[in-house]
């Protein structure tokens, strides 16, 4: 197969013969190359064949050189003309980085929709990359030991919230951000600039693209689909896009352990406008409509767990159901002026409304037996027990609020930005949800009566929460942040340096943020940049975390703060027939101060409501991405890393979110022969999370680990018609398509169960509690169907 292929190679250099690093090279959109720090280029072409070699760099004119059919190998040299805009006095650094922020990671958009994903979203992607998620139905990720609420989303330069009541992946649906719609994603796992909001962990921003002409995505799978519909008039001045989305996860919840009933249906649907009234103003507004039903009816359930030394099986039998409801709108209107070419001024006025519904009566029965060691057979046992869990939970969330920004270029160098933001929070809560452990004749903790005895005393639960909480309170912050480049002797430097304050009237405190950000990148013959980050990261109390067990509201709470040392390395460099990589490393200390302790129910923190505990975290991550096979990117990631809370001066233990070890591969793959058919693959290990404690309890007596989590998602897809080298024919009825494709998604390959989190029992005759691992989804086939126009 190899042989059918011959080899182009040369230099890229100026009219003056000097050589052009980091151009691009390409015969098509999978056959793309990259020169390095010499000129050098190195493609691969099919033999006796007319082709087209195109060069790109920003810097210089573009050149398209047709390259006559031969059977042996070509070396050509191209000289690149300079484009007469670039040639000023100023130094102007020029990259691929679409985020000025040193920490920012980019991830390329068209890698979200070649990965195999339940969720449906780009949460997947950095699941391999960059964090780790909850689970694989979920779009909650931790990053850096922190957990799920320590994370920034943003959508167009918006902060974008989450139902808070949501507990487990099952009930939450899909990803609020369509991977159709999105032109720019860029991720930093901490050290982010001022400009960025209030959270200890991580800030991921996401921006929805401008479509140029009509476009039209169809999906469909086997879990559902999605339609997408693009817009532009001839001038250019009013573009939108649109989407709507339906997904019914039913099929592969049904792989999970147990029998249960499952009736899933998540929808949503969204828009993005703009209007250009002239190159001065413009006018924006994003709409997002979401609505998730989750019905669950159990009867049944078997599980094996323990140890090898003492195995236990658990059988329990259900009545009663679940029922969830979970609606949310989010609505922007921007407005932009631009002034002159180095001002810009922004404002957004923005709403958030979420209604969220979760009742639930479920009783049940279970009986508790060990395994004989030697023989394997089940031993009879007494272990039993009962209890009945209810639930009426209603929350209601008003969420709206107005920021200006404005970026003003001092130099085309130096940029000062500055931003004020008021926010207003309406939230009302109606709970009540207990849990009663119970049989014939006994209630834990309540003593148990003897036989013929009427025990008249209060009967008491094994644990509550109440509330009727009503919240409306103001937030106002604003941030201004100096970014500066320059030469250094040949040494290349960018400062970033600025300060948020935030204010929250519900507790009457001020919170001041400084943050600074320094690259250096010498003038060696490797390409590497050094990146040093520090600051102080608040994070304000939100409703969930200003709650107390019992339901009611601390008005004294503080912000947890985060203080983030982050020394981190990006190193290019060329490998596999001169093909482009990146090796990213980053070394972070982070100290904690304020924290409030939580409990982890599957995906749900639910937050003791005192700040009566403090920590650290620390670690390393390493991120290899590159072109391992020509025009098809791939990367392997690995981190190590430990985060410790010392609560109550009782000393240092694990948090609840402890990522330990975490490996990470997504892998693309083509046939020369027939690039139509790719494949990729998705790799996760990571060492299991502490098991958590029961609700209530001493989290000092439960410091065991779940198991150690192992998954593999592996995509197959033969693309029918696409824009590079299989355009469909003129006379073909396929010929309006810009894509079609069938794909096979295969999830969790090898059928592992992984532990996701834990239920806790009792037995009536030990009061023993027992940790019943909740397992994750089972193998899953899913065919998926891609069409654009």
Known sequence: ???????????????????????????????????????????????????????????????????????????????????????????????????????????????????????????????????????????????????????????????????????????????????NMVSTVNFSAGGFEARYGDKMSSVLDINYRRPKKFESILEASLLGGAATI??????????????????????????????????????????????????KWNISFLGIYSSNNFEMVPKTREVEFGTLTHPIKINVAYNGKEKD?????????????????????????????????????????????????????MVPSYNYGGQIDHGRNNLDMFVTGTQLKTQYSITVNSILEAGIKYQNEDIRNLMNQWQLIDSIDYSIPHPISLPGELDSSDLILNNSRNAN???????????????????????????????????????????????????????????????FATGFYYQPPFYKEAMRLDGSLN????????????????????MLKKRPFKLTTEIYYKKLDDLIPYFVDNVRIIYTGENNSKGYAYGIDARLNGEFVPGAESWISVSYGRTKENIDGKGYIPRPTDPKFKVGLFF???????????????????????????LFSDPYKYQTKLSDYKRADVGLTYVFVDQGLNKAKKSSSLKKLKELSLGLEIFNVFDIKNTISNQWIRDINSSLSYAVPNKSTGRFFNVKLNVKF
Do not use: C
């Open 555 to 574: 008005e004294n709470i503080k912000s947890q703060r985060s203080v983030h040392f982050i020394l981190g390395n990006d190193y290019e460099f060329t």
């Open 1 to 179: 197969m190899y042989g059918q292929y011959i080899n182009i190679s040369g230099r890229i250099i100026t009219e003056k013969g000097t050589p052009i690093s980091k151009a691009k090279v390409f015969t098509s959109k999978t056959n793309i190359t990259f020169t390095d720090a010499q000129g050098n280029y190195s493609l691969s072409i099919p033999k006796n064949t007319n082709i087209t070699l195109e060069i790109e760099h920003p810097d210089f004119n573009f050149v398209s050189q047709p390259i006559q059919a031969s059977s042996n190998d070509i070396v050509l040299d191209i000289s690149l003309k300079t484009l007469v805009e670039k040639e000023i006095p100023e130094i102007i650094f020029k990259g691929t980085r679409k985020s000025s922020d040193l920490t920012a990671k980019q991830i390329d958009v068209q890698n979200i929709n070649k990965m195999p994903s339940i969720s449906g979203g780009i949460e997947e992607i950095l699941n391999t990359a960059f964090v780790s998620t909850a689970d694989e139905l979920s779009s909650f990720y931790r990053v850096r030991g922190g957990n799920y609420d320590e994370n920034l989303v943003y959508l167009n330069g918006v902060e974008i919230y989450k139902p808070l009541t949501v507990r487990s992946g099952q009930q939450e649906g899909m990803s609020i951000i369509n991977p």
């Open 469 to 531: 909480n009503k919240l409306s309170s103001n937030r106002l912050n604003g941030y201004l942040q100096y970014t500066t480049k320059f030469m250094w002797n040949n040494t290349r430097i960018l400062i970033n340096a600025g300060i948020r304050v935030s204010h929250w009237d519900f507790n009457g405190k001020t919170d001041f943020s400084p943050r600074a950000q320094i690259g250096i990148k010498p003038n060696w013959d490797i390409d590497m940049l050094f990146r």
């Open 325 to 377: 409801r979970y609606r949310t709108l989010n609505g922007t209107f921007s407005l932009q002026f631009k002034p002159m070419h180095k001002w810009i001024f922004a404002l957004d006025g923005y709403a958030f409304h979420s209604k969220e519904k979760e009742y639930y009566d479920i009783s049940s029965g279970y009986l508790i037996r060990d395994f004989d060691t030697e023989t394997g057979e």
């Open 668 to 694: 693309q793959d083509y046939m020369k022969e027939y690039p139509q058919l790719k494949a990729s693959v998705n790799l996760v290990y990571a060492s299991g999370l502490p098991n958590g404690a029961p």
């Open 230 to 279: 693009g817009f532009a008039d001839k001038n250019q001045k009013f573009s939108g896009i649109g989407g709507i989305r339906y997904r019914n996860t039913d099929m592969i919840l049904n792989t999970m352990n147990g029998d249960t009933n499952f009736n899933p249906e998540y929808f949503d649907a969204q828009t993005f406008l703009k209007y250009e009234f002239n190159p």
